[in-house]
């Protein structure tokens, strides 16, 4: 099993969409075949920044999730335009 944690900050005034979109994205996300968990947070003192915790079976997993179709309208096309800055770290299993 393998942890992704990823960080998003957003550019001014589309805090509201991403949100959004960020919701319909962890509902599509957790009922991938190999996803575990998917849960995204919104900051509450600083809402441009969002949290992503990730849980997949496998690394192979993980890259089909990034493979995935919604991932690359969700993420890569409609969402990364909207953020300031991104960032993500892969984590291997629970300690």
């Known amino acids: 099993m393998i942890t992704v944690v990823a960080h998003y900050r957003t550019r001014p ?3 509201g969409q991403v949100r959004d979109l960020l919701r319909r994205h962890a509902a599509a ?3 991938e075949a190999g996803c575990q968990m998917f849960h995204a ?3 509450v003192e600083d809402p441009t920044v969002f949290a992503l915790y990730e ?3 496998s690394k192979e997993a993980f890259a089909a999730h990034r ?7 969700n ?5 990364v335009p909207l953020l300031i800055e991104r960032d993500w770290t892969v984590f291997g299993e629970r300690l």
């Open 41 to 43: 947070h919104q900051a």
């Open 55 to 57: 849980m997949y079976d």
């Open 29 to 31: 996300s957790e009922v």
């Open 13 to 15: 005034g589309t805090t």
């Open 75 to 79: 993420i890569e096309q409609t969402l």
């Open 67 to 73: 493979a995935s179709e919604h991932f690359r309208t």
